[in-house]
């Protein structure tokens, strides 16, 4: 060969390819920002805090995420689909005190209450769907007009039937051992205490981000939040798809709201208002954008963590309880700039 | 117009649309051959978007008849139409951007292993296909993990146009391919609709341009206010006529008078002003 050719490009590799390292990739994770902040938190209350690092207080610290995460994974599912659920806080009352008035006013036995409860919260779940994708209104309406009535529900009924704002104690009915066992029990290892919501909490996320990453559902889920048209012209499901959604933050509702019955015995009938706003923002400090298509179940258990740490943490420190509310909006603000900024790369050369 | 001895794909008969009482589509008749493209060409407003949502199964006909293999039907949904094999690529949801190209390339039609409930994904398949299907249509993708938003508008087009060839499209209809396109990026474009005419699949292209029509098409339907305004084989009108059908025709030399009129006395007409 005597041409002054360039050699050409090695084959295999491509040239317009930038070598991407590790620490580039793990920057486009949806989780990213959560976890460095799950991090700050943790080495912020480590140091101000000195029973924040006690054994003891791990557990308590998972405990309080544990309750907040078992619905902010199915909320984060539902908007990366694309909605919003108003009525998740109140949901969680009201499938408690359907268990517990049923079983206390119709039957002997509290597992029927438990099962009637299940079939209830989930139509409730169905109807937030089918109102959404029948009237095609915002979900941010559907679901406010859901909380508001079952609010007034929640009190009304109570108080029509047991004539107190709580229900009564059904501690001493068959199954009820059984039953707490299931929702609210708790085992002790190497002298620290964990409850079982812990379990229900990892079994959760485990299972959505499994749906979520390497179903087909999954695949609808990322394709109904990101541009529902597109997903409908290509043959995706969007209605099931949405009401599935609906029904899965309706079965954590139901989990939780059992914890609720058979930790307390009594549920209070005014409970669970302003929850739903927590589950959210655990979810969008988790990485989900708030307009849907993106997002992860792990970053929202990441952001129920950094609700127990700081809600816990501040009480070790002995702080006021309500400069909860102060850190929790810096979170929320600092974990939705970076969300923003997150899009703005994944959407580069829109 | 009678239907050749090769039965037509697609064949639509007098079809009318209603929106209410607007008549959106009216009367019109559009064949589809395998291996070949028949251009649907028209303004905005003539009826276009119309006319592919009836073929695409995102509306039903009113009126007229749409044969599908010399099958009368009247489409549910678009899952129904891809069914039947045919596969719409719109111009601007045609891709979902923030998920990645291999996600976006099986979207709807995700291959799964495992069985009953415990049914998951097949990534590596996935994955492996988008590549090489792409690379096929000659698109050498960078990064098949890359959210589909990322490529240019050509690119795009061209993943929506090898995904409805990968799963098995007859008939491909494509809505304004070149519409927001530069010039290189539509000749792009263009190569695809022909690679996919040559591989024996039938496309209905839509536009209204009539230059990229003519280089590529069989047959021209020209749409005007909701009705059918020409239709024309290759061989029986030129790109002169075609253009200047398209524009309007006697219109057009209304317009370029008023045009004239306009621009002499130095400054803009003021009577266009309400």
């Known amino acids: 060969m005597t041409t002054t050719e360039q050699p050409p490009a090695p084959s295999g590799a491509d040239e317009r390819l930038l070598r991407t390292s590790p620490l580039r990739r793990l920057l486009g994770r949806p989780e990213l920002g959560s976890v460095v902040g799950a991090a700050a938190v943790f080495l912020f209350f480590s140091i101000v805090a000195d029973s924040f690092l006690r054994a003891s207080s791990f557990g308590t610290v998972l405990y309080a995420a544990s309750t907040i995460g078992i619905m902010a994974a199915p909320v984060a599912l539902l908007m990366i689909g694309g909605e919003f659920d108003l009525s998740a806080g109140v949901l969680v009352t009201s499938s408690a005190l359907v268990s517990s008035m049923f079983s206390y006013q119709m039957t002997a036995n509290v597992w029927v209450g438990v099962f009637v409860s299940l079939l209830v919260t989930l139509a409730i779940g169905a109807f937030n769907g089918l109102m959404l994708t029948r009237t095609k209104l915002p979900s941010f309406i559907i679901t406010l007009g859901t909380f508001l009535m079952l609010t007034g529900l929640n009190l009304g009924f109570t108080k029509l039937i047991s004539g107190t704002v709580s229900t009564k104690s059904i501690g001493d009915m068959e199954g009820f051992d059984s039953a707490r066992k299931v929702f609210a029990s708790e085992w002790t290892v190497g002298g620290v205490e964990f409850k079982v919501t812990i379990l229900w909490w990892a079994v959760l996320v485990a299972i959505a981000t499994g749906i979520l990453l390497r179903t087909r559902f999954g695949n609808w889920i990322f394709a109904v939040g990101g541009e529902a048209d597109a997903a409908r012209a290509v043959g995706v499901p969007v209605i099931r798809t949405k009401v599935g959604l609906y029904l899965g933050v309706a079965f954590a509702a139901w989990v939780s709201g059992q914890h609720l019955l058979f930790s307390y015995d009594v549920v209070q009938s005014g409970e669970g208002v302003g929850n739903e706003l927590t589950y959210i923002i655990a979810a969008v400090i988790g990485g989900c954008l708030i307009t849907g298509g993106y997002g992860s179940a792990i970053g929202s258990a990441v952001g129920a963590f950094i609700f127990g740490m700081t809600s816990k943490g501040i009480v070790y420190a002995e702080w006021n309880p309500d400069w909860f509310k102060f850190f929790l909006g810096a979170m929320l603000l600092l974990a939705t700039l970076l969300n923003a900024w997150v899009r703005k790369r994944a959407e580069a050369t829109k | ?274």
């Open chain 2, 1 to 274: 117009m009678t239907t050749p001895a090769p039965r037509a794909l697609i064949e639509l008969d007098h079809v009318s649309k209603f929106y209410g009482n607007i008549k959106a589509l009216q009367d019109v008749s559009l064949v589809v051959h395998a291996g070949e493209i028949s251009c649907v060409l028209g303004d905005n407003g003539a009826g276009k978007s119309t006319l592919i949502k009836i073929i695409a199964g995102l509306h039903r006909h009113d009126a007229g008849t749409f044969l599908i293999d010399g099958e009368e039907t009247t489409l549910a949904n678009p899952r129904d139409a891809l069914d039947r094999g045919i596969a719409t690529v719109y111009q601007d949801l045609a891709v979902v951007p923030l998920m990645p190209v291999w996600r976006n390339f099986f979207l709807g039609s995700e291959p799964t292993t495992g069985v009953g409930p415990f049914k998951t994904l097949d990534v590596r398949k996935m994955r492996e296909t988008t590549r090489s299907e792409l690379l096929r249509m000659g698109i050498d993708l960078r990064d098949v993990d890359q959210p589909i938003g990322t490529l240019s508008g050509g690119e795009r087009q061209c993943v929506a146009i090898a995904r409805a060839v990968y799963f098995g499209a007859k008939v491909l209809v494509l809505d304004e391919p070149t519409a927001a396109l530069g010039v290189k990026q539509s000749g792009v474009v263009l190569k695809y609709v022909a690679a996919a005419r040559d591989a024996g699949l039938g496309v209905v292209l839509i536009t209204h341009n009539p230059h990229h029509a003519y280089l590529v098409g069989d047959r021209f339907v020209l749409l005007k206010r909701g009705a059918m305004s020409g239709s024309h084989a290759k061989d029986g009108i030129t790109l002169d006529e075609l253009t200047r059908q398209m524009a309007g025709g006697s219109e057009l030399e209304e317009l370029s008078h008023e045009l004239q009129r306009a621009t002499s006395p130095g400054r803009p007409d003021t009577d266009d002003t309400p």
